[in-house]
């Protein structure tokens, strides 16, 4: 059996799910999938245990909000947890991303925890295109046009104008949560629809669309020398040096297709890129989740993986075997054409993460393409999978010539990128982990009093919107605490009658 890049990967440890997050081979991260696989375990153990759950429920939405003439419509699902409201509370929003929602998103994320303790409603909408949420029948490129982040803030403030009108909630506050793509889409919801929210919780949020994201493995990097010292780096510096060493020659490739058991023969300069990306990948996705829901492979355990044997290029083997150990599989598909007919399917899942639409956004908005051009000589994994190994998959995987700098130009114009401050949106907070390599397109500095950030020690990727654990690192607890009592801030101050303004008369 092969393994291929988008399987995700089941650990035997009890019900924990762990990916390593690779969409179709080509390292464009998907940032949900591992929220996803942990709400649906949390949503499987509800089932077991008779824990009433929310149904699903459906809105009408217009395929294209900027366009008065098309009058066409899709049905959006979105989920509704009233446990705690009285109707005087606030409303709790999660905003949905690259996946399918379920109601664990209302019942058993933080933003519960947050909903119980201030009473409010608790809502969560599935993003356009993905999930169940389908505005058609395929997933062509002619209908992903309307695939992209200022629809899907449309479709948000369209659902809960509704939303409020339907329980009564005119003068009631919203407050938005989402991490990852989502954490973007709350805070460009806060700063693109201020009356329609009052603030904006962003959590683990790559605000800077950016076109060659080289730095994420530089924090992957620091990562790992963060949690064992320079000696795994340098370990895996010298595995990566051999086999690039080996690359140069056609005995050396054949070599490499054994000693990782590789499905096919490394051909072309694209499968070497996929085979690079993928062994680079196994540290990428843990040193973003890292530790996350007890998973017991994190960074420490692989680098003690690569310190147990003393020559680099077996222990990087044993690496590699792990994983297809975990999958079940018995080779490692590095094949670019088979990645790029998995990117082809023009089907969506209703359940998973939405490979193909969110290879699309990357394409066609943000980039985040983790490459290996960075300039720092630190990062151990080579220089194997170049920008235009992204750049060409996209070509590939759509039919269509992308003008992605521009593209991603306009993404951070609209909305401001990291400095999204100069604009002047208040009541956003950015919420990040020093783990988590996509902090460094997220805002890690407060930009005024009233767009905080908060950067916890310790934690990965989306750690703080997960549910609260007995053994959650106490940088974790306290940063959870501070979150809330800034949702107390924020809704204190809403409470507050307004000074009345006198009038004044200008005489002549």
Not at 61 to 88: A, I, K, L, M, P
Request: hydrophobic content about 35%; some cysteine.
């Amino acid at each position: 059996m092969k393994a291929t890049s988008q399987q995700t990967l089941l650990l035997l440890f009890g019900l924990i799910f762990f990916t390593s997050l690779l969409i179709a081979d080509a390292r464009i991260h998907s940032f949900t999938s591992q929220l996803n696989k942990i709400v649906r375990n949390i949503e499987k153990q509800h089932r077991e245990n008779k824990v009433k759950l929310p149904s699903e429920m459906w809105f009408t939405q217009r395929v294209d909000h900027f366009n008065g003439q098309d009058s066409r419509t899709w049905r959006q699902r979105y989920y509704v947890n009233d446990t705690f409201w009285d109707g005087t509370g606030p409303i709790f929003f999660q905003i949905g991303g690259e996946g399918a929602i379920s109601p664990a998103y209302v019942v058993s994320l933080q933003m519960a925890e947050y909903g119980a303790q201030y009473g409010a409603l608790l809502l969560a909408l599935e993003h356009r295109f993905y999930g169940a949420s389908q505005p058609f029948d395929n997933l062509s490129t002619q209908n992903l046009v309307y695939l992209n982040s200022q629809q899907a803030l449309a479709d948000a403030s369209v659902f809960l104008n509704a939303m409020k009108e339907e329980y009564g909630a005119g003068d009631n506050p919203i407050i938005s949560f989402g991490c990852s793509y989502p954490g973007n889409l709350a805070a460009w919801f806060r700063l693109k629809f201020p009356t329609s929210t009052l603030a904006s919780v962003a959590s683990s949020s790559p605000v800077q669309a950016t076109l060659d994201f080289f730095q994420y493995l530089d924090v992957v990097d620091k990562s790992l020398s963060y949690y064992t010292g320079v000696e795994c780096d340098k370990a895996i510096q010298q595995a990566t040096s051999e086999i690039q060493s080996l690359l140069t020659t056609r005995t050396g490739r054949k070599k490499l297709q054994a000693l990782f058991s590789l499905c096919e023969p490394l051909d072309t300069e694209k499968d070497v890129s996929t085979f690079m990306s993928n062994l680079m990948g196994n540290f990428m996705g843990v040193v973003q989740y890292n530790d996350e829901r007890g998973n017991p492979i994190d960074a420490k355990y692989l680098c003690e993986v690569m310190l147990q044997n003393p020559d680099p290029l077996a222990a990087y083997i044993n690496v590699s075997n792990l994983f297809l150990k975990a999958q079940g599989v018995s080779c490692l598909d590095v094949s670019y054409q088979n990645m790029l007919q998995s990117l082809m399917n023009l089907t969506a899942s209703p359940d998973n993460v939405g490979e193909r639409q969110w290879t699309y956004q990357t394409c066609a908005e943000f980039g985040y393409f983790q490459t290996t051009d960075s300039p720092s000589t630190l990062q151990p994994f080579g220089n194997r999978v170049p920008l235009s190994y992204y750049t060409e998959l996209c070509t590939d995987a759509f039919g269509v010539q992308f003008d992605t700098i521009n593209r991603i130009r306009d993404t951070n114009t609209y909305y401001g990128g990291a400095n999204l401050g100069k604009y002047g949106p208040t009541n956003i907070m950015f919420v990040n982990g020093n783990i988590d390599p996509w902090h460094a397109l997220s805002v890690v500095d407060a930009q005024s009093a009233s767009v905080p950030s908060l950067l916890i020690n310790g934690t990965a990727h989306c750690a703080n919107v997960l549910p609260s654990r007995p053994d959650d690192i106490p940088s974790l607890v306290e940063a959870r605490k501070k979150i809330s009592l800034q949702i107390g801030d924020w809704l204190s101050a809403q409470k507050k009658p307004r000074k009345k303004i006198s009038k004044t008369v200008i005489n002549n």
